[in-house]
Every structure is written in structure tokens, then in C-alpha cells.
């Protein structure tokens, strides 16, 4: 029961190049994508029967994608609505379809094109919803959200600027190792300290690099892994929370996320421990989002993140590597999928400059505020 | 002016459920939904009780609450403030119930002496575009 997805493994991995604006449609990068993440196993279109992919109805959809790389008929389609909430209820339910039989080998994707920036909504006239009673008061987009959720781990906690910038500094230090990296420039604390204000308590660097581009990862059983080219990596187990309807103001502690009640779950259902994982793609929209989810997963105490990555334990030669990719904040915003990919590359051994040497475990993290979920992959199966 | 779209802040779509927080705003009351039954306060608002599925109703507040968190937003982001900026954004509690939170603009007030746990009350303003009524916050000890 607890390791019921173990059976399943990401055999494959593709994306799209990531760019500021890349001019192309959503369609055509996610089938680059497919493609790249098919070939990258062996596979073709003729062996893919499942398609999945989360979005906010701002994508091509995957029966779409899937017609598009010559897949004839597919058995099982699934468009998730949702963002770095959902990711791990997608890639979880990928596995699920493998394990359940209905599907063999699925393909989950997000891609993202230049029509979608969530950082900003200055074309927004009017709000329904739960955001009705924000918007008007010029209150409307994430970076506002999670800033306000950060201020109060401040007041709590007493957080500091100079902690989340321990977060972007080190994560912008290992994306200088990432050829795929949108911003590979090192930064210091001076700098983060001197970029512009946002939403105060967030500056520039405290916000991830919204970008255009698609990653996909190939989904099948451990079983037909063992037959296919890489070393297969295995999953382990999965856990989400959705508290509150997903509402991000009414969430009832601000100084925590989703990940207070996933955590528990996760390594309940695993029997791993934040010491057993060697890397921590931690969904980073936002440094502060890195800073409550890694204090709720439990590698360290509320109010500790900063020293922690000031220590030097958050990188290479530390207790765990966060972000070897530079993350959302410097490799560039994919929706949290391009986790997925680094988490598969790390394990495989294949990520070179940046390898995190010996490498079996991989905690992927997805969502912010009152809904989101994890995984982990693993070399072998639990 | 008018022309300028991004002049006006986004305005509110009322829904069924909703409607009576806003026309209660329009006649100068702030006034949130709660159970019927039980008395549980809902934000946002529910057409049955999510606790005992009672009917729910719109209800006056006082008025008055406690900053539990806020921004201070520079950046344009959001249309209709842009000539407003630095503005701050805050999550009030309202003194009704424990975890119930209207976001809200706070005025009067410099962006610095804002904290968290500073007492705020509602008072009213005209949304810019002519048909809403929005509740603003403003410290209890200013004027």
C-alpha cells in the first residue's frame, strides 16, 4: 500500500529551449518536447498510449500534442487544471494509469508560451471568484500572495532580507553550471539586496524568471524500464494537500504551506526521512517558498533556512543539494516539470558539470500556500 | 481619461452568492456571509454552511480589526494603482472570528508604520469605474 507507485519509473526525459519569448506555440514546444523525452528512451509515438499535462488553460492540450508527434490513437488523455499545485497529483496520476493498466507509457508535459506571465496582470478589467474581493484593491498576482506570506514568517520568525537571499544567491551559483539556465550570471548579496522592490517583502531576485518553453518526462512501468536505455528512476511515493479551498488568504497559518501537512505524508508513506534525500528540487516560484517548504519538510527548524544555506549545507559538500539546476528562480519557470527533469537527470548520473555525486534520492516538491504535493524518485525501487 | 485602460483598478463580478457583499458595501455597510445555523463566518462566502450545510446569510461587521500580514507593493502590477505607488495591501482579521481575513488597501497611513498586529477600521470608498463600493482600512489612533 505505502509503496504502491514504486512500480512505476520516468524513463524518459525532453524540453524545449527556455527563452524570454521564443515566438512559437505552445503546440509546437511541447511536441519538441515529446519527441526529445520519446527518442531520449528509445521509444516512438507508435508505443505511447497515455498523455497528461497541467495547465491553466493556457496550453495546447494533450491530445492535441500527442496527435501532433503521430500518436494515432491514444487511450488515455488527461488535462489537469492547475498549476505547481497539481504537478504532483499529475505525474503521480501518470503512474497510477501505468500500474492500473490503463495506459503503458505516458507522456506528461507543461509547456508555457509568452501569453502567460503570472507575475503580472495589467490587463486585467475585471475579477470573478475569490478575486473579487482582492483585485480591486490592486491585489491580484502570486508575487503579492507569497510575499504576504512572508512578511508574517518575518514577524513570526524573524526572518530576515538578508535569509531569502542566501536562497537566490545559492540557487543562481549552481544554475552558472546549467548550459540550459536562462540566467547564469552570479549574483551577490549586495546584488540581491539592491535589486528593485516588487512587493515589499519581495525584491526582483526573490521572484522566479518567467520564461517560455516545455519539458515532458515519460512515465512507464519499472518492469519495462529494466528493457529501455538509461537507468530507470524509480518512484517512491507521492503525497498532496489541498486545505481551504486553495484559498491563499484565508490559509491559517501564513508562516507554513501546504508541504505542514504533505510532509508528513510523504515520508510517512515512504519511510525516508529528510536525511535520506541527497537532492531537493524545492518548488521555488518565490525564495520564500523554498524557505517555508524546506522548514515544513523538515530539514531544519522554522527561522533556520538562512543559516542553513549561509552554511553551506544546501549545496554541494552539504547535507543536501537544492536546486542544482538554479530552480525556477534561475534555470527558468516551467511550472515546476523542469524539477522532474533535473531530479531524473541527477539520478541517472547524466548531469555533468553539476552532478551531485553519488546521487540515489531526489525529493521534488510542487505548489505554494494552501495546496500542493511531493515526491521522490529513487535509483531503486523501495 | 477614460481612454486609458489601465487607469481603472479591476472590477468586482459579483455572483449569486456574492452579490449581497457588495450591495451592502453600496449602502455603506460591510457586511460578510455566516451560517444561519451555526454562526460560523465565511470568507469566501458559501451558499450553504460548510460546517453544518445551514443557509448562510450576509451579516454587519464591526468594522474593526488586526493586521495579521501585508505587502508594500511598488511595482505596477496590477492596473488602476499606478499613479498610487508605494500603495499597502493587508490581510485583516476581522475581530468576528479567528482566521476570518479581507484583503484590503490600508490608507492614512505611511507604508513604514504598518506592522503586523497594528488595529485597523473599515471605512468606505468609491472603486474607480462608478459602480462598486470597496471597504479600505485605516489605523484605529489616526485620523
Redesign the interface.
Known amino acids: 500500500m505505502s509503496h504502491a507507485l514504486a512500480g512505476a519509473a520516468v524513463v524518459g526525459i525532453g524540453r524545449s529551449p527556455f527563452v524570454r519569448s521564443s515566438g512559437r506555440t505552445t503546440l509546437s514546444m511541447a511536441a519538441q518536447a515529446a519527441r526529445e523525452a520519446l527518442a531520449d528512451c528509445g521509444l516512438t509515438a507508435a508505443d505511447v498510449d497515455g498523455f497528461t499535462c497541467y495547465s491553466t488553460g493556457d496550453s495546447a492540450g494533450p491530445s492535441q500534442v500527442a496527435h501532433a508527434i503521430g500518436v494515432d490513437d491514444l487511450g488515455w488523455s488527461l488535462s489537469v487544471l492547475g498549476g505547481g499545485n497539481i504537478v504532483t497529483s499529475t505525474v503521480a496520476g501518470a503512474a497510477a494509469a501505468v500500474l492500473s493498466g490503463q495506459a503503458e507509457v505516458v507522456v506528461v508535459y507543461r509547456v508555457l508560451g509568452s501569453q502567460t506571465r503570472y507575475?503580472?496582470?495589467?490587463?486585467?478589467?475585471?475579477?470573478?471568484?475569490?478575486?473579487?474581493?482582492?483585485?480591486?484593491?490592486?491585489?491580484?498576482?502570486p508575487?503579492?500572495w507569497f510575499?504576504?506570506?512572508c512578511?508574517?514568517h518575518q514577524?513570526e520568525y524573524g526572518s530576515t532580507a538578508a535569509d531569502l537571499g542566501a536562497i537566490a544567491v545559492q540557487e543562481r551559483d549552481h544554475a552558472v553550471r546549467n548550459p540550459h539556465a536562462v540566467a547564469r550570471s552570479p549574483i551577490t548579496l549586495d546584488d540581491y539586496l539592491n535589486s528593485?522592490?516588487?512587493?515589499?517583502?519581495?525584491r526582483l531576485f526573490d521572484c522566479c524568471y518567467e520564461i517560455d518553453g516545455a519539458v515532458a518526462i515519460v512515465v512507464t512501468s519499472a518492469e519495462r524500464a529494466a528493457d529501455l536505455p538509461h537507468r530507470p528512476v524509480h518512484l517512491l511515493g507521492a503525497a498532496d494537500s489541498n486545505r481551504f479551498?486553495g484559498?491563499v488568504?484565508?490559509w491559517?497559518d501564513?508562516s507554513c504551506m501546504y508541504s505542514r501537512d504533505t510532509a508528513p505524508r510523504l515520508w510517512s508513506r515512504t519511510g525516508l526521512r529528510p536525511a535520506d534525500i541527497d537532492v531537493a528540487c524545492m518548488y521555488d516560484c518565490f525564495t520564500f517558498t523554498v524557505m517555508a517548504t524546506f522548514e515544513d519538510f523538515g530539514f531544519c527548524a522554522k527561522g533556520e533556512v538562512g543559516d542553513y544555506f549561509r552554511a553551506g549545507r544546501a549545496t554541494y559538500g552539504g547535507d543536501v543539494v537544492v536546486n542544482p539546476h538554479g530552480g525556477l528562480l534561475s534555470e527558468g519557470y516551467i511550472h515546476g516539470l523542469n524539477h522532474h527533469y533535473e531530479a531524473v537527470l541527477q539520478l541517472r548520473g547524466d548531469a555533468g558539470d553539476r552532478q551531485v555525486s553519488g546521487a540515489e534520492t531526489a525529493l521534488v516538491t510542487s505548489g505554494a500556500g494552501p495546496f500542493g504535493g511531493a515526491l521522490v524518485y529513487g535509483t531503486a525501487a523501495l | 481619461m477614460a481612454a486609458d485602460p489601465l487607469s481603472l483598478p479591476p472590477q468586482p463580478v459579483p455572483d449569486a452568492v456574492t452579490a449581497p457583499f457588495w450591495a451592502a458595501l453600496a449602502e455603506g455597510r460591510l457586511a460578510m456571509c455566516r451560517c444561519g445555523q451555526c454562526g460560523l463566518w465565511l470568507q469566501p462566502p458559501l451558499e450553504r454552511c460548510r460546517r453544518c450545510a445551514g443557509p448562510t446569510r450576509f451579516v454587519d461587521v464591526a468594522g474593526t480589526g488586526t493586521v495579521y500580514s501585508f505587502i508594500v507593493q511598488h511595482r505596477a502590477t496590477v492596473p488602476g494603482y499606478l499613479d498610487d505607488l508605494p500603495y499597502v495591501v493587508a490581510l485583516v482579521e476581522l475581530d468576528e472570528q479567528a482566521g476570518l481575513r479581507l484583503p484590503a488597501r490600508i490608507v492614512g497611513v505611511d507604508p513604514a508604520a504598518v506592522h503586523c498586529g497594528l488595529r485597523v477600521r473599515a471605512e468606505f470608498a468609491d472603486l474607480p469605474g462608478g459602480e462598486f463600493t470597496v471597504a479600505v482600512f485605516r489605523p484605529v489612533d489616526s485620523r
Open positions: 507575475g503580472r496582470a495589467l490587463e486585467r478589467v475585471e475579477v470573478d471568484g475569490e478575486g473579487q474581493f482582492a483585485g480591486p484593491h490592486g491585489y491580484l498576482v508575487p503579492q510575499a504576504m506570506y512578511r508574517r514577524y528593485r522592490w516588487i512587493s515589499e517583502p519581495f479551498g484559498s488568504d484565508q491559517d501564513l
